[in-house]
């Protein structure tokens, strides 16, 4: 990347796919390693209200911004699953606030009016991308993976429709997790959908 020309600073942030920017985002961006520069001139253009500063060293080019950009923001490395992904493809029909991430650290966060849950799940699953989808601005479980990573934080958990899952791509993922028990847990629930069917 090369260094934007004077007063081209803000354009290329604007300009940028992205929503949500972290001060190492806008390093890269603007080929700057000189972090009280930065620091300084994001400050100088949320004071005139050309960006909005979400979190500390996060900001947006406004409050339209996307919630799950910002979301795999705050810790990384991770990734938008659980009941988010579930709700969304039709496999639960409880309707729950909060957005949920797949993270190295438990935690849950309010911004914006909106809370943030961050579940903890082991390093090798969390870093390992089978059904995770990184084509976008952020980093988001195929329903597969949801599914998935929602039994291996709750053995015993109720899904309402399991019609959504193609289970040839629940089989392919589940060796990522080494877990017999849980290997076992995700055969019962696939002869439940079968016999119910």
């Given at each position: 990347m090369k260094k934007p020309e004077k007063g081209e600073y803000l354009e290329v942030l604007l300009r940028s796919p992205q929503s949500v920017f972290t001060t190492k985002d806008v390093a890269l961006l603007w080929a700057e390693n000189n972090p009280v520069i930065i620091s300084e001139?994001?400050?100088?253009?949320v004071k005139v209200g050309?960006?909005?500063?979400?979190?500390?060293?996060?900001y947006a080019k406004d409050k339209k911004y996307n919630k799950y950009e910002f979301a795999i923001k705050i810790?990384?490395?991770s990734y938008v699953s659980f009941e988010t992904v579930l709700g969304a493809s039709g496999m639960t029909f409880q309707y729950y606030g909060n957005?949920?991430?797949?993270?190295?650290l438990k935690r849950e966060i309010a911004c914006d009016g909106q809370t943030y849950s961050f579940v903890k799940i082991k390093d090798t699953i969390l870093n390992n991308p089978k059904g995770i989808d990184q084509t976008g601005e952020y980093a988001i479980a195929s329903k597969e993976r949801a599914f998935l990573d929602t039994i291996y934080r709750s053995k015993k958990y109720h899904f309402d429709n399991l019609s959504p899952l193609d289970w040839d791509r629940v089989f392919d993922i589940l060796p990522i997790y080494n877990n017999k028990k849980m290997e076992k847990t995700v055969q019962k629930y696939y002869e439940n959908y079968k016999n119910n069917k």
């Open positions: 001139r994001l400050r100088k253009y050309k960006l909005s500063r979400i979190r500390r060293g996060i810790f990384r490395p957005i949920f991430i797949a993270s190295y």
